[in-house]
């Protein structure tokens, strides 16, 4: 027999669990030991040991083995190991560079990882999908992504897309009942949820049948290849670059050996150095520097609550010049209060914060008891009626389970003492739920002697159509011209003093007659309004601020009617006075040309449902914006994934739309959005910081060969220093330079453009100019301290050495700024400083320290001498110091 063939009692019994109670956590711990951790196995990882031989399989490097081994083997016993111990080590340093990349990658991935509400000893949970058993109670509702095998027990509309499985991508709409057949194809048990398909619709519970490898996902083996990481967009250009770098790397190192044979130097000896050379400036290390460097930045993104879901997005933020956000609970608390309440014959205010029960009631001055006015009592009990929040009293506090909205009305219920016990009295027999595109809620209820209506709430454009009645304290009369425009009137004080407005509605039902959904809603009776106030988020106004000075605009999304929106808009600085606000319906009937036309001027979409945020992505990115989108349902996910920046909420955010997102906000805090794009732009400038100083010291340390040859001269710098200078004076400063911190006005840019190439804004020159003075003073410190004399070589070759060094190590400095070496404190960053103590003091051990004199090619050098290394070597920095370019 399968699960699907029983009954859900029997399932129950079968797995040993009390559906009402779930399993204890004792029980799922046992289980969770016995039978593993549900998680389907993805491929094999790269071991440690092949990222360690990955780091030799560079064909240069191959090459520089292989010569080594033949001088080796010519006898060349000192240069030979030299040259293999640098090699090692640099071997050994991209390892460490690659696995950290991987470690932040992965960690990341255990980040986002998905979730599962568990029913535990009676308690709704949490837990990640991971430590789900067989036996568990689990609760799937709209937009989760399922995290096992389970047979369902109860359902209220659960629609269930399996494409992952089945490949039919229509939803399939679920059930409870046994299924009596035997050989069911998976696509046809309509009383089971498979791991990893998509709730589209409704909710529903049932007990976990089978996880991990054991699911009928586990079974289809070919999914279960591991995802290979995609490049971010800089990578793929770099690795471009890389390719063109290394074409003319070659090039040039050829003609560096061409013209040294030709000068008559043995072929053996330029034959290594030009392979030394090859592989010290082609920079194959760059595109996993790179990798570093972003996935450094995402670490730091965590500590700032915003998890990076797809690499590429920590690139794109800084290119950002729009940001489109909810209103509700990212730019405001989503903690919603009662202000006002408004009856057709009377209007109170509420006092009181947050969902704290203690509050009264005034008119004016006077404080009055609402329950003296019965349309107010009625108001309040129907808008606790008409509700799926619970408020507890947990640690000293009130705490809110449920919509925030409704969260407001049971509050204020409860401040006109309505008791759970008065709202027991009646019960609720069928319910059409709330949702973003309805805008509205209604419930039938049952009261004691059996007599049923409807209760509606919802916005009130929304319901004023529907309305044909007011409810008086004399009883219900027709709504009047008169009564519609003072309600309007009401909305609009309300809507502009910031509140969000409900109204409340009722209607009687005759029996023994049908109603359908759409017949309930229809001709109904107001009974009043309700105003609550959602407070923005202290830090958004700031926020906001930042970005606006960064040249990024954010607009706000909302549900809201358009002049609560405004109202916030304008008290967050959001928009100018003349801003301009547009409507869901009013964009319906625009064109997308239109709408892009308009746009710029546009700062607060209202009344909008999820499927036009689509449209407003498209209409910015039309106007050639980079649009980073926020959206935490099923419906946003379409705009989300359309965006250049899907951003999803932590908290509050359905798997769907958190899958289709590049960025989660662990705290749904519009101001982490502003927070990850200065730590996207700070992330790009660093790349460029050692992009440049890489690049600038390649150049020099080509060019210095090149010219030496062109003079005629002998080798300035031999194989091994060459080797050594790639390791140590390019390898640590460079990564240093990626743990720079911002320059103080990263977000006082413009954000940079999408289509800007690696070398944009100056930076091909700045690579160029400097490479070529850092080769320039090499080459003059080599010719002075030579003298065209045989004898001196040694000692030429050693200050030729230092120089080079030391030019990188002083350039490197100015490389943190776009600006000038002297715009910032070169003290600013440790790491910097370390990596270029470090490297000095390295210099000096090969330089001075006997033993390692043979190998390195070194002598000793005197206090003179490093007089003259020093003043030359801060020429090519101090000359473009003081200039602008
Ligand atoms: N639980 C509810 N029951 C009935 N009506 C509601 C409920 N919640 C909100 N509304 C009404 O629907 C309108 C839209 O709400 P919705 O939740 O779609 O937008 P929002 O949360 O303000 O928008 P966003 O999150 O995009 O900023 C509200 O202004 C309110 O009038
Ligand atoms: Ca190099």
């Not at 016993?77 to 090699?87: Q, S």
């Amino acid at each position: 027999m399968k699960w699907y063939q029983y009954n859900s009692e029997h399932v129950a019994r079968k797995l040993a669990v009390d559906i009402r109670e779930g399993l204890t956590e004792k029980q799922a711990g046992e289980r969770l030991k016995k039978f593993g951790p549900n998680v389907l196995e993805e491929g094999k990882g790269v071991s440690w040991l092949m990222l360690f031989f990955k780091q030799f399989q560079d064909f240069m490097v191959l090459v520089l083995l292989a010569a080594t081994l033949i001088s080796g083997l010519l006898g060349e016993y000192v240069d030979a190991i030299a040259i293999m111990a640098i090699v090692l080590m640099n071997g050994v340093l991209g390892y460490f560079q690659e696995s950290k990349a991987e470690k932040s990658l992965a960690k990341l991935k255990e980040l986002s990882a998905p979730q599962a509400n568990v029913l535990r000893g009676g308690q709704w949970k949490k837990i990640p999908s991971a430590d789900v058993v067989v036996g568990d109670v689990i609760k799937m509702a709209s937009g989760d992504r399922i995290s096992a095998d389970v047979r369902l027990v109860h359902v209220k509309g659960l629609e269930i897309e399996e494409s992952a499985l089945t490949g039919e991508s229509l939803p399939v709409t679920k059930n409870v009942h046994e299924i009596g057949r035997e050989d069911v194809e998976v696509g046809d048990q309509h009383n089971m949820a498979f791991t990893g398909t998509l709730v589209t619709r409704g909710s529903g519970t049932g007990v976990v049948v089978g996880v991990g490898m054991e699911t009928a996902m586990g079974q289809i083996a070919s999914l279960l290849v591991s995802t290979e990481r995609v490049q971010t967009p800089l990578e793929r250009k770099l690795a471009e670059l890389g390719k063109i770098l290394i074409i003319t790397a070659l090039i040039l190192t050829a003609l560096v050996v061409t013209l040294g044979v030709y000068q008559g130097h043995p072929l053996y000896n330029m034959f290594l150095a030009g392979v030394s050379l090859a592989v010290a400036a082609i920079p194959e290390g760059l595109p996993a520097i790179v990798t570093v460097a972003l996935s450094l930045g995402v670490q730091r993104m965590i500590k700032r609550k915003a998890i990076v879901r797809k690499l590429s997005a920590v690139e794109t933020l800084g290119c950002a010049s729009v940001i489109c956000s909810d209103k509700t609970g990212t730019m405001t608390e989503n903690q919603m209060t009662v202000k006002q309440l408004f009856t057709i014959e009377d209007t109170l205010t509420v006092s009181g914060e947050g969902y704290d029960i203690s509050g009264g009631f005034y008119e004016g001055d006077q404080k009055v008891n609402p329950n003296n006015l019965p349309v107010m009592q009625q108001m309040l009990l129907y808008g606790a009626l008409c509700n799926n929040a619970s408020v507890t009293y947990k640690n000293d506090r009130y705490v809110l389970d449920g919509d925030p909205t409704e969260g407001a009305l049971l509050v204020a219920a409860k401040k006109a003492s309505i008791t759970p016990e008065m709202l027991s009295s009646y019960k609720i027999v069928h319910e059409i739920p709330f949702d973003s595109d309805r805008k509205r809620m209604s419930v039938v209820i049952e009261d004691e002697q059996s007599r049923r209506f409807v209760i509606t709430k919802g916005a009130p454009d929304v319901l004023l159509p529907r309305i044909q009645y007011v409810r008086t304290e004399a009883g219900h009369v027709p709504l009047k011209a008169r009564d519609e425009e003072k309600i309007n009137r009401k909305v609009h004080t309300m809507a502009d003093h910031a509140l969000r407005t409900i109204a409340v509605c009722c209607k009687p039902l005759k029996q023994g007659v049908h109603y359908t959904d759409v017949d309930l809603e229809k001709d109904l009776v107001f009974i009043g309004l309700t105003g609550m106030i959602d407070p923005p988020r202290k830090e958004v106004k700031q926020a906001i601020l930042e970005c606006k000075q960064a040249g990024i605009k954010t607009v706000m999304i909302t549900g809201d009617h358009a002049k609560t929106a405004r109202a916030i808009a304008l008290d967050l600085d959001l928009m100018p006075e003349d801003g301009r606000v547009v409507e869901g319906s009013e964009l319906s009937r625009m064109s997308e040309q239109h709408l892009a036309s308009i746009i710029d001027d546009v700062y607060v979409f209202a009344r909008v449902t999820p499927e036009h945020k689509l449209k407003i992505v498209k209409a910015f990115q039309n106007q050639g914006h980079v649009v980073a989108m926020t959206g935490d349902g099923v419906n946003d996910a379409p705009a989300i994934k359309a965006s250049d920046i899907g951003i999803s909420m932590g908290r509050t955010g359905t798997d769907v739309a958190k899958e289709a997102s590049s960025l989660i906000l662990l705290d749904d805090n519009f101001a982490t959005i502003k927070s990850a794009i200065h730590e996207g732009r700070n992330i790009y400038e660093n790349i460029r910081k050692f992009i440049r100083y890489l690049l600038a010291s390649n150049v020099g340390e080509i060019l210095v060969m090149l010219f030496a040859m062109l003079l005629a001269l002998p080798l300035p710098l031999v194989p091994v220093q060459i080797l050594w200078v790639n390791l140590v004076t390019d390898g640590l400063p460079a990564m240093a330079l990626g743990l720079d911190k911002s320059e103080g006005n990263v977000m006082k840019q413009p954000p940079r453009s999408a289509k800007e190439g690696v070398f944009a804004r100056g930076l091909g020159f700045k690579i160029v100019s400097r490479g070529i003075m850092i080769g320039l003073v090499t080459l003059i410190a080599f010719i002075l301290a030579y003298q065209g004399q045989e004898e001196r070589l040694l000692y030429a070759q050693t200050i030729a050495f230092s120089t080079l060094v030391m030019a990188q190590l002083i350039h490197v400095f100015d490389c943190r700024s776009e600006r000038s070496v002297f715009a910032r404190n070169p003290f600013g960053n440790f790491y910097l400083i370390g990596a270029v103590i470090s490297s000095v003091v390295l210099l000096l051990i090969v330089i001075y320290y006997e033993p390692l004199q043979g190998p390195f090619h070194t002598t000793d050098l005197a206090l003179r001498d490093w007089v003259g290394i020093i003043g030359l070597s801060a020429i090519p920095t101090l000359l473009w110091g003081f200039s602008k370019k």
